[in-house]
Structure formats: structure tokens, C-alpha cells
């Protein structure tokens, strides 16, 4: 009689494809809520700066005018609060607005969310009705549902599907990480090369606002405009990425 034993690699594979199936699907959430690129095979680029709204974003938003770029900033509850608090602050926001770009949610407190699904709703919440109030100051009507959100950390756990539906927002927005958050190590030419190579239509780049952007975001941005890309943003108009065909995983 042939003996069924473990020790057969075929039983051992069947074995570890199971187990990876089981570990999967409990460590996954179920649906796909997180976007990480455009639908699109134009060249069109996004280009989005976490961590703001600071003084920081006054050399970005120069560069990007400069270059004729739009980007989206998904900023922190507790950055957006200075809005009306800080005259420079306010200043810079208002410009991010007026010179088309788009507002975004990176939470209140830049935590970790995972098993605090109240505070972490409350948060959202209350940064993204800052935003709406902002927008409102500058006669643009918007939502809470309008506003695009970015986990911080680019977290992304079974329960964010929770977060999804009380903020009634279609997606969550990820995208490609490099390493300009972390600039005296990384440093221009990597920083650079991670972005230049990771170019292709629909992608979304993350990156954020630090005083080194000036750096290399002058390159970067001559670099998409030599290779013909265009950068789209959330906000209507022609530059708008629902011209393209929205969000796709
Ligand atoms: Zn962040």
C-alpha cells in the first residue's frame, strides 16, 4: 500500500500553498480600497506631497508654477488647523487652492490606525471638514466625500473598509514611496533616479513637503515635460484626473 508521508515535496507544496492562502486571506482586507495608479495609457503623472500644509510648500508651490505642474497635498489635521492660526500657513493654502492643486487627508495625527477604528474615523472626520471649510473660504463648494485620503504611513489593514464607508470615499490613495522623506541619506540622485525610473502613464508619486524638495523637484518636473507627461491633480478642470478614467488599483 502506498503510504501517504509528508516528507513528499508535492505534499509539503500543497501544504505551504494552503497555509499562504489561509495567512492571506486573514491578513488582507477583502475589497479594494487603496488606488495606487490612474486608468489611463496617456502620460499623465500625478504628483502628490504628504505631511503639509508648511512653510515648506512655499518653494514647492514656486517650482511647480514654474513648471506649470499640479499636485495634490495630502496634509494632517493638526498642520490644516494652523490655517487659522498662522497668517503664513493660511497664506500658502489659500495659494495651494487658487493655483489649482488639490487638498488631501493624511489623518490628524499621523498615527497608526489598526484596531482604533473610532479615533481614527473621528480624525479623518475632522480633517477632512477643516478642508471643506478652506476650500469654502476660497468660494470653492466642496464635500467630505470630495476629499481624497492618504493613510499615513501608507497603512493598510483588514478594518479600513470601516473608515471607507463613514467617510463615503470611493478609494484610499497610495502610490509609488521613494525616499524623499528621508533626504540625508537618500539624497538628490537617488532621490531622482527612484522617480525618474518609476515614470510610466497613471502613476502616482508620492512624495513630501520638505524644504529639500527644491532639490530635485526642478528636475524631476523637466524631466516629465521632456518625456511629454502631463500631471494631473483631484481638482476639476482640464487637468483633472477623471478625464482620464479615475483610480484603478
Ligand atoms: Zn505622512
Not at 505534499?11 to 492571506?24: A, D, E, N, Q
Request: net charge positive; hydrophobic share 35%.
Amino acid at each position: 500500500m502506498n503510504k501517504f508521508k509528508w516528507k513528499n515535496p508535492l505534499h509539503i507544496c500543497i501544504l505551504l500553498v494552503l497555509s499562504f492562502c489561509i495567512i492571506f486571506n486573514f491578513s488582507t482586507p477583502k475589497i479594494n480600497y487603496e488606488v495606487n495608479k490612474v486608468n489611463t495609457k496617456e502620460k499623465v503623472i500625478m504628483i502628490t506631497f504628504d505631511d503639509g500644509p508648511s512653510l515648506a510648500d512655499e518653494t514647492i508651490l514656486d517650482i511647480l508654477k514654474e513648471n506649470n505642474a499640479k499636485a495634490t497635498f495630502f496634509g494632517t489635521g493638526i498642520n490644516y488647523e494652523k490655517y487659522w492660526k498662522d497668517e503664513k500657513v493660511k497664506a500658502i493654502t489659500d495659494r495651494m487652492v487658487n493655483e489649482g492643486h488639490t487638498l488631501g487627508n493624511h489623518s490628524y495625527y499621523h498615527n497608526k490606525y489598526q484596531f482604533k477604528t473610532k479615533s481614527a474615523y473621528d480624525e479623518f472626520y475632522k480633517t477632512s471638514d477643516m478642508i471643506v471649510k478652506i476650500y469654502a473660504e476660497n468660494n470653492i463648494p466642496k464635500t467630505i466625500s470630495d476629499v481624497p485620503i492618504r493613510m499615513p504611513f501608507l497603512q493598510y489593514y483588514r478594518g479600513m473598509d470601516y473608515l471607507q464607508s463613514k467617510m463615503q470615499v470611493e478609494y484610499f490613495v497610495r502610490g509609488y514611496l521613494g525616499c524623499d522623506y528621508d533626504e540625508a541619506i537618500c539624497g538628490k540622485e537617488k532621490i531622482l533616479k527612484q522617480y525618474k525610473s518609476n515614470i510610466r502613464p497613471g502613476q502616482i508619486l508620492v512624495c513630501h513637503t520638505r524644504d529639500y524638495a527644491k532639490e530635485w523637484l526642478p528636475d524631476l518636473l523637466k524631466h516629465l515635460n521632456e518625456k511629454n507627461y502631463k500631471t494631473v491633480n483631484f481638482t476639476n478642470g482640464d487637468q483633472d484626473y477623471r478625464n482620464y478614467g479615475g483610480l484603478i488599483f
